[in-house]
């Protein structure tokens, strides 16, 4: 997996520009902030972002991929003001649930997820390199 920086412009933080890989691709569906008996513990969006980002790992590894092989990552969330004043939350969900891997990253705000109770979705590509 490379990294990818156009010349002259600045490192992202917290996301990158562009990644080129080589290698077997997983999908990761769409992860809501519920359990895997489909039960929301939580209205908060920190809380549901790192309960999302928890379902992201456990898909990842049971396609034999973890977070450091993730190169695409979207997020949808309902409120991109709540999002806006949580970035230290979610920013530490992040940490404790993927670590230090920055995919290309989007954030897209939506009128409404499929299951209502969510307040955000995320969805995820990764490549496991060929060997």
Not at 1 to 9: E, Q, T
Not at 12 to 15: A, I, R, T, V
């Given at each position: 997996?490379?990294?990818?920086?156009?010349?002259?412009?600045p490192r992202?933080?917290?996301?990158s520009n562009?990644?080129?890989?080589?290698?077997?691709?997983?999908?990761?569906?769409?992860?809501?902030?519920?359990?895997?008996?489909?039960?929301?513990?939580?209205?908060?969006?920190?809380?549901?972002?790192?309960?999302?980002?928890?379902?992201?790992?456990?898909?990842?590894?049971?396609?034999?991929?973890?977070?450091?092989?993730?190169?695409?990552?979207?997020?949808?969330?309902?409120?991109?003001?709540?999002?806006?004043?949580?970035?230290?939350?979610?920013?530490?969900?992040?940490?404790?649930?993927?670590?230090?891997?920055?995919?290309?990253?989007?954030?897209?705000?939506?009128?409404?997820?499929?299951?209502?109770?969510?307040?955000?979705?995320?969805?995820v590509t990764?490549?496991?390199?060929?060997?």
């Open positions: 997996m490379r990294h990818l920086l156009p010349a002259g412009w992202p933080s917290g996301y562009g990644i080129a890989a080589r290698g077997e691709l997983v999908f990761v569906a769409g992860q809501v902030g519920w359990d895997a008996s489909g039960v929301f513990h939580s209205d908060g969006l920190v809380e549901q972002a790192r309960v999302a980002l928890s379902n992201v790992v456990a898909v990842l590894e049971s396609g034999g991929a973890g977070p450091q092989h993730i190169v695409r990552m979207t997020w949808y969330v309902t409120n991109i003001d709540e999002y806006r004043e949580n970035l230290k939350g979610v920013g530490e969900a992040y940490q404790d649930q993927i670590g230090a891997y920055y995919p290309t990253m989007s954030l897209v705000e939506v009128r409404s997820l499929v299951e209502k109770e969510a307040k955000v979705e995320i969805e990764a490549v496991i390199a060929d060997e």
